[in-house]
């Protein structure tokens, strides 16, 4: 179906120079989407995944376990797209304080968004609507520090910003002018809300690129924009636990990602946006099933190792479970979050790096840091940096 530009140009001037900035006409799309046979049944598929797992959580021991490691992956990954080069160890590493050689800008930002998306998450759990109050909210954590924290952090833009080119005048896209960042957040507010609205994955594909073509903010829209998916489909009940994130899927896919986005705007092909945000979700979350199914025969088959060191197994169980729920730790950490002696944590840990299920990341001989390898291997696959 054949639409057309889906808003109008304004004509603004930026520094002297006169740019055509484009201003979204308001969700939903018009003329409807539509729906043919395939797109239905990507749909269903798409549903029936987030089923499957929304289900897994349900057979995991600890969900807050997996989800822990899952919402640290999405963090590394989302702020990968942005430029950051940190990867889910050094995050881990941040977060315990020991991080010598960590790009602090790179791995501050990586925090700051595990700090949004777990704030986002808060809040509606407390019953906080989703709302633009709750977005600038994301944003003021997004840019508590790292490189941008001094662009505006929880304001909409007073400037006019653009993506691509060395200056709005050979911008490759120019978002709404200033004037029109408030109406259009305000009507993708009302579309949020709006009971009408399509289903919750059709609702996340429309919000999603509707936010990152007003571009309200001086930075961190990419970022907010992967975050609204998180939020909507939570909010929505889609899933219980927060576990569908699309930022690996967008990142191997990012050439198509932004076709995409440039060829609703210009012609108002919001279906082939649909298809392939669904076929995102289906393969995200047939993903996260396997790795969840992957960490728990990770898990039983450590554990089984560990119970065979005869009289300290118990208390090498307790480290391991440690572990688990935090894949990188100090003996210090380790001892105080078992109850038990900084040498009892030390000859424990020593077992375990013998049974090959930890190993010695920081190469110092006081405050090591140990990881559960094979975990963090299993949450790094596709987190490489670009």
């Known amino acids: 179906m054949q639409r057309g530009v889906t808003g109008n140009y304004h004509t603004t001037s930026v520094a002297g120079e006169a740019v055509h900035a484009f201003v979204p006409a308001p969700l939903p799309p018009e ?60 995050l881990l590493l941040f977060e315990l304080d020991a991080a010598p050689g960590v790009p602090f800008d790179d791995v501050a930002e990586v925090s700051n968004y595990v700090a949004a998306l777990e704030h986002g998450l808060t809040r509606l759990r407390e019953g906080f609507p989703l709302s633009n109050r709750l977005i600038r909210e994301l944003h003021v954590r997004l840019l ?132 392939f945000f669904l076929e995102g979700v289906e393969v995200t979350a047939t993903s996260a099933v396997e790795t969840a199914h992957r960490l728990l025969g990770l898990f039983e088959r450590d554990a089984m190792r560990v119970r065979g060191l005869g009289r300290s197994a118990a208390n090498a169980l307790r480290v391991f479970d440690i572990l688990r729920a935090r894949p990188l730790a100090s003996i210090g950490h380790l001892a105080q979050q078992a109850g038990i002696s900084f040498a009892t944590a030390a000859r424990h840990v020593e077992a375990l790096e013998k049974l090959d299920i930890v190993r010695e990341l920081s190469g110092r001989s006081r405050e090591r840091v140990f990881a559960y390898q094979d975990y963090i291997n299993i949450m790094n696959e596709g987190a490489e940096p670009l």
């Not at 508590?144 to 929880?154: L, T």
């Not at 636990?241 to 699309?246: A, E, V």
């Not at 932004?258 to 705007?265: E, K, N, S």
């Open 144 to 275: 508590s520090s790292g490189r941008g924290a001094h662009k505006q952090p929880g304001e909409f833009r007073r400037s006019q910003n653009w993506i691509g080119g060395t200056r709005p005048g050979n911008a490759q896209f120019v978002p709404p002018p200033v004037q029109e960042v408030e109406p259009c957040m305000a009507a993708l507010e009302r579309f949020l809300h709006d009971d009408e609205a399509p289903g919750a994955l059709v609702k996340a594909a429309l919000a999603h690129l509707q936010f990152e073509t007003i571009h309200p903010f001086l930075d961190g829209n990419g970022r907010v924009g992967r975050l609204l998916i998180a939020l909507i489909l939570h909010h929505e009940g889609v899933l219980r636990q927060p576990l569908l994130y699309l930022s690996l899927y967008f990142k191997q896919h990012r050439t198509e990602y932004y076709r995409l986005l440039d060829t609703v705007r210009q012609t108002g092909d919001w279906e082939s946006w649909i298809d």
């Open 31 to 90: 003329p409807p989407l539509e729906w043919v046979q395939s797109r239905q049944r990507s749909l269903e598929r798409a549903l029936l995944a987030c089923g499957r797992l929304d289900a897994i959580t349900a057979l995991l021991p600890d969900p807050d376990l997996f989800l822990y490691a899952y919402v640290r992956r999405e963090a590394v990954l989302s702020s990968q797209i942005e430029g950051t080069q940190s990867s889910l160890s050094d």
